[in-house]
C-alpha cells in the first residue's frame, strides 16, 4: 500500500470530523461515504479509501491506514478492534499531538528569532568594519561617548569571531541531532538536557500508548514490545531490551518492567502506583497520558522562554549596534558645531 502523507495538523482535523460523525451516532459506513461524497480536498480521497475498505470485508481503520502516521493508525485501529471506535480516535489524536510536539517542532519553532539575531551581530559586524571606521577620521575614538565605543568594539568582535562562532553553532545543532536516537552511558548522561528530556518525553510517551493499544487487543506485553523495539531507534531499542531482559527475568509488574531509566523518575513511580490500581493497558494508557501532558508543558515553556530569550537578546544588540552608532554621529556633529 502506498503512504500518502499528510501533515500532522491535517491529520487531526480529519479524526476529529470523524469522530464527531462517530460521536453523533453516524456509522462508519456512512462516515465514510460522507467524506466521500462532502469531503474537502482530501477527504474525499480518504473517505473513498474507507468505503474501499469496507466493501472488501476489511475494516474502517485500514482504510485509513495510508493516510495516518504509524503509532495514529495503531490507535484506531485498536480503538476499533475492541469496539472503542471514539476513544481509539482521541488516543491517535493524542498521539498527533505529541509528534507535533517533537524536538524537530521546536527548532522549527526557534528558526526565526535565531535568523534575526543572526542578522542583527552580522549587521553589528558591518558596521564596525565599515561605518565606524570612517567616523573615526572625524572624531577621535577616546572622545567617543561609553556606548558608541562599546558598540564599535562588540561589532568588531562578531566581524572577528562570527564565523567561528556560527560553525560552532552548527556543529552543536548537528551533535544534538545525531546524538538524539543514540544509546549507550555518554548519551545516557545526557537525557535531561533540553532537546534531550523532549526526546526522552516523546519516545515514552508513544511507547507506553502504542503497548497499551496492542496489549488492549490481547497481545502480550513481550510481544508487543519486541514489535516495537523492531521499528525502534537505538535509544528506545537499547531501554525495550532491559524491559524485555526483565520480563525474562520473571518481573511481572508493570513497574519493575518500565524501570529502564527511560521514563522520568517522578513518572515511573507514578507508574508504579497506576500499577496497583488497575490492569495493565489501562495503566499504561494512564502513564501515557502523564507524560504527553507533561511533555507539552515541557516544550510549551521551552518555546516560550528561548522565542522570548532570542528576541530581547536580538532587540538588545540592535540598541547597541544602531545606538552607538546614532550616539557617535550626533557627538560629531555637536563637536564640528552643526548644533
Known amino acids: 500500500m502506498i503512504k500518502n502523507n499528510i ?21 462508519q459506513r456512512d462516515i465514510a461515504s460522507q467524506l466521500s461524497l462532502y469531503g474537502h480536498g482530501l477527504e474525499k480521497a480518504v473517505g473513498q479509501s474507507c468505503l474501499d475498505s469496507i466493501g472488501k470485508g476489511l475494516s474502517f481503520s485500514h482504510g485509513l491506514k495510508q493516510w495516518l502516521s504509524t503509532s495514529a493508525y495503531q490507535s484506531v485501529s485498536s480503538g476499533e478492534n475492541v469496539g472503542q471506535f471514539v476513544e481509539g480516535i482521541s488516543e491517535a489524536i493524542g498521539t498527533l499531538n505529541v509528534d507535533e510536539a517533537s524536538t524537530g517542532a521546536l527548532l522549527r519553532v526557534l528558526i526565526s528569532p535565531t535568523l534575526g539575531l543572526s542578522t542583527v551581530f552580522a549587521i553589528s559586524a558591518l558596521l564596525s568594519s565599515y561605518a565606524y571606521p570612517a567616523l573615526i577620521k572625524q572624531l577621535p575614538i577616546h572622545r567617543w561617548g561609553g556606548l558608541s565605543q562599546f558598540s564599535y568594539h562588540f561589532g568588531l568582535f562578531w566581524a572577528n569571531y562570527g564565523l567561528g562562532v556560527l560553525v560552532l553553532a552548527l556543529a552543536l545543532i548537528a551533535f544534538v541531532i545525531v546524538t538524539l536516537p543514540m544509546s549507550g552511558t555518554f548519551r545516557a548522561k545526557l537525557d535531561n538536557l533540553p532537546f534531550y528530556r523532549q526526546y526522552r518525553l516523546i519516545q515514552s510517551a508513544n511507547l507506553l500508548a502504542s503497548i497499551a493499544h496492542q496489549t488492549l487487543v490481547g497481545n502480550s506485553l513481550k510481544e508487543s514490545l519486541q514489535h516495537y523495539k523492531d521499528s525502534s531507534s537505538a535509544y528506545l531499542a537499547s531501554h525495550i531490551q532491559i524491559m524485555l531482559d526483565t520480563i525474562g527475568g520473571g518481573k511481572s509488574n508493570v513497574g519493575d518492567i518500565f524501570n529502564s531509566g527511560l521514563l522520568l523518575d517522578e513518572e515511573h513511580s507514578t507508574l508504579v502506583l497506576l500499577g496497583g490500581t488497575g490492569e495493565t493497558p489501562e495503566t499504561l494508557r494512564k502513564s501515557a497520558l502523564i507524560h504527553r501532558t507533561k511533555l507539552l508543558t515541557d516544550v510549551n515553556r521551552l518555546k516560550h522562554w528561548g522565542n522570548s530569550g532570542l528576541k530581547i537578546g536580538a532587540a538588545f544588540t540592535a540598541f547597541i549596534a544602531f545606538g552607538g552608532l546614532v550616539s557617535l554621529i550626533f557627538n560629531i556633529a555637536m563637536n564640528q558645531g552643526a548644533f
Open 7 to 27: 501533515k500532522k495538523d491535517k491529520q487531526i482535523a480529519l479524526l476529529e470530523k470523524i469522530a464527531q460523525l462517530s460521536s453523533s451516532g453516524i456509522k
